[in-house]
C-alpha cells in the first residue's frame, strides 16, 4: 500500500514541476515577446523620427526660403510649457517694453500634447524661424537643429539654467542618463547657435563640452544669466512676498525653509523626491518656520501635502514661480538642481539632501566633484538636516556661498540682460528703440 502512494506521490510531483516548467516557460515566451515588440517600436520611432528631422522639418524650413528674413522679427522658442518660462521673460519684456520688434512665441510643449500635435507646433515653428533675423533658446531642441539656418538670422541659446551642476547633452553619452553618442550626433540638440550665454568664465567649458562646440562658430559668452537680473531689484523680493502672504497667511512673521528637489529619471517620466519627513520638521520647526515644496516643472504627478500640515507646509510648484521662492527662502534645501547657484546670490544658507547621491553619480553625474563643489553642508538623511536647521547660527558658513557665488556666478551683476541684447542686436537696438 505504501509503494503505491509513493508511485502517486511521486507522480503528482512530477506532474507539479512540469506545471511549474510550463509557467516559466510561458513566462519567458512573454517576456522575450515584450522586449521584441519594444525593439519593433523603437526602431519604428527612430525610423519616423529620421524622417521627421531629416526630411520634413528640413523641407517645411526650406519652403520659405524664398522669403525675406525680416528684420523687426523676434521668435522665441518654447519647448515645453504652455507659456514663456522665466529664462525668457526678461529678455521679452525688455524688448517689448523699450523696442519696435515683431514678437513671436512658438510653443511646441513637448511630452504634454500627443505626438501629431507636437509635430504640427514643430512645423510651425520651423516656418515662424525661417524668417526670422532673431531666435532665443533656453533648452536643448532637436527640431531646431534639424535644418541649416539661415546666415542672416542670429541664434542666442539663454539656457535655463546657472552654473554647471549635473552633466546634461554630450556630457552623459556615456551615462544610463543619455541617449548614445550615436543616436547624439545622428539627431542632435545643439545646431544653429550664434551664441551662448553663461553665467561666469568658469562654466565656459562645461557647456562647450555638453553641446559639443569645439570646432563650430558658436561662442560660448559669459554675458550673465539673464533671469538672475530680477534678483537685484527690491520690487522683485517685495513682491515675492506679498504673493506668498496671499497664499499663505500663516507664513507672515515667520521664516521660510523652501525644498527645491531636481527631478530622478527620464525627462517623459520624471518623478520627484518625497523624502522629507514632513511630521518631524512640523515638530520642530512649526513655531518659527513654513515649509514650501517646490518641485521640478516636469514632474506631472506630485506628492500631496497631508492637510493637517497646511499652516505649515505648502507645495507651491504650480502657485509660485522658482523666482519668487528663492526671494523669500531664508533657508533652501536642494540637490542636484542648478536653482542652488541662483541662491547662493542671496549668501543664504544651502542644505543639500543628497540621499541618494550614489545611485545619482552613476546615472548621471556632474562637472565637479559633488563634495567639493558643494557650499553647504551634504546630507543623506532627515536627522542631519533638523540638526543643522536647530543649530544654523552656529554651523551656517556664509563665507562657503560667497566663494561658490563668485567662482560660478561672476558675470550676474543685474546687468545681463542689457549685455545680452548688445551681444545679439548690436546697433539694431538704437534703430529699433521706442
Known amino acids: 500500500m505504501s509503494f503505491i502512494k509513493s508511485i502517486i506521490r511521486a507522480l503528482r510531483l512530477n506532474h507539479l514541476w512540469w506545471k511549474i516548467k510550463k509557467i516559466f516557460l510561458i513566462k519567458l515566451i512573454i ?74 512665441i512658438c510653443l511646441l510643449r513637448d511630452v504634454f500634447v500627443s505626438r501629431d500635435e507636437y509635430e504640427q507646433n514643430c512645423i510651425d515653428m520651423v516656418k515662424e524661424v525661417a524668417t526670422a533675423k532673431y531666435v532665443f533658446l533656453d ?33 552623459t553619452a556615456d551615462l544610463i542618463f543619455g541617449s548614445d553618442r550615436e543616436s547624439m550626433e545622428k539627431f542632435p540638440f545643439y545646431e544653429n547657435l550664434n551664441y551662448v550665454t553663461v553665467s561666469s568664465p568658469e562654466v565656459i567649458w562645461a557647456y562647450e563640452e555638453a553641446m559639443m562646440l569645439k570646432d563650430k562658430d558658436t561662442e560660448v559668452v559669459a554675458t550673465g544669466v539673464s533671469r538672475t537680473d530680477t534678483f537685484f531689484r527690491e520690487s522683485t523680493v517685495k513682491s515675492a512676498y506679498e504673493r506668498l502672504y ?20 527620464r525627462v517623459k517620466k520624471a518623478k520627484t523626491s518625497d523624502e522629507i519627513d514632513l511630521a518631524r520638521f512640523n515638530d520642530e520647526f512649526s513655531d518659527e518656520y513654513v515649509f514650501l515644496y517646490k518641485h521640478h516643472p516636469i514632474v506631472q504627478n506630485l506628492p500631496e501635502v497631508p492637510v493637517e500640515y497646511n499652516d505649515f507646509a505648502s507645495d507651491m510648484t504650480n502657485d509660485m514661480t522658482i523666482d519668487e521662492l528663492l526671494c523669500v527662502a531664508d533657508i533652501c534645501i536642494s540637490d542636484y538642481s542648478s536653482l542652488v547657484f541662483e541662491y547662493s546670490l542671496f549668501e543664504r544658507p544651502l542644505i543639500f539632501f543628497a540621499y541618494d547621491i550614489d545611485e545619482y553619480l552613476d546615472w ?19 536627522e542631519e ?50
Not at 522665466?86 to 521679452?92: A, D, G, I, W
Not at 525653509?257 to 531636481?262: K, R, S
Open 139 to 171: 533648452e536643448a531642441s532637436r527640431p531646431f537643429s534639424s535644418f541649416k539656418k539661415r546666415k542672416e538670422t542670429i541664434v542666442v541659446q539663454l539656457w535655463h539654467g546657472c552654473g554647471a551642476f549635473k552633466k546634461f547633452g554630450f556630457s
Open 364 to 382: 548621471r553625474g556632474f562637472y565637479y566633484n559633488y563634495d567639493e563643489l558643494t557650499p553647504g553642508p551634504v546630507y543623506k538623511t532627515n
Open 31 to 104: 517576456n522575450f515577446l515584450k522586449k521584441v515588440k519594444k525593439r519593433i517600436r523603437k526602431i519604428r520611432n527612430e525610423k519616423h523620427m529620421k524622417k521627421f528631422l531629416h526630411h520634413t522639418l528640413p523641407d517645411a524650413y526650406e519652403s520659405c526660403m524664398d522669403m525675406p528674413v525680416d528684420e523687426k522679427k523676434v521668435v522665441f522658442l518654447e519647448p515645453r510649457y504652455n507659456s514663456l518660462s522665466n529664462s525668457f521673460l526678461e529678455v521679452y519684456n525688455t524688448l517689448e517694453k523699450n523696442y519696435n520688434f515683431d514678437l513671436k
Open 246 to 265: 496671499s497664499l499663505m497667511p500663516s507664513a507672515k512673521g515667520k521664516k521660510v525653509i523652501l525644498y527645491a528637489p531636481t527631478f530622478r529619471g
Open 385 to 434: 538636516i533638523i540638526n543643522y536647521i536647530k543649530n544654523i547660527d552656529t554651523m551656517f558658513d556664509k563665507q562657503q556661498i560667497i566663494d561658490f557665488k563668485n567662482k560660478f556666478m561672476s558675470s550676474c551683476d543685474g546687468q545681463a540682460t542689457d549685455r545680452i541684447l548688445k551681444l545679439a542686436f548690436g546697433d539694431a537696438l538704437k534703430a529699433h528703440k521706442k
